[in-house]
């Protein structure tokens, strides 16, 4: 397992650094051109709501709203955990300021979602990964959570993992690479939160 942990890092950071080399790539042209030639009203919506959860004061609020949950009914070590999921913003925000991309410009993509931070990585695609992975993990793993409510919130949970990256190019909020980034660090954070939840806590 270490090794495939091993080369989702070095993709990252491969990914960073052709990114500083060059901010503004012909791949991420050609690909968000590619999904905004199939727009259209309904899946505007669509991929708006997809991307709803990860903004301001949503994702803070679903973080919080979901370990208070897991605390009223006694799982007190799966609410810290979730409640450490929220750190994956301040990862995000320091490599944002790190790289300094700018966001996708309205001359080359169609701008659905305006915003201000920086683009790489796409903090979306990184809260989704670990946030989302993390609740699919405890729907297996707390053993009192019962059937019919495991499987429907495991199953929101990876649709949403893994249509927040298209969701996001097709808003014209990040670049290809952004997103594909934001994955890959994503996993880097889930793994190391799921390793240290999985370890046996000492008596």
Known sequence: ???????????????????????????????SQEVQEHSNPLLDTLMKTISTFGYMPNAPI?????????????HKREAFFLALTSLCSLV???????????????????????????????????????????????????KTIPKFIKFPVSAICL??????????????AHWFTDVIAGFLLGLICLYGLSVWYLKKPVP
Request: proline share 5%.
């Open 92 to 142: 995000s925000l320091g490599i944002k300021i790190l790289v300094n991309r700018p966001r996708p410009t309205d001359n080359i993509v169609k701008i659905l979602v305006k915003t201000t931070e920086k683009s790489f990585p796409s903090g979306h695609v990184l809260f989704y990964v670990v946030f989302f992975g993390f609740l699919t993990l405890l729907m297996y793993e707390v």
């Open 62 to 74: 679903m973080v919080a709203g979901s370990a208070l949950l897991f605390l009223i009914f006694k």
């Open 159 to 172: 649709l949403l993992i893994f249509s927040i990256p298209y969701s996001r190019v097709y808003l014209g």
């Open 1 to 31: 397992m270490l090794w495939v942990l091993g080369a989702i890092t070095i993709g990252f950071v491969v990914l960073t650094a052709f990114v500083l080399l060059f901010p503004s790539s012909f791949i991420d042209r050609e690909f």
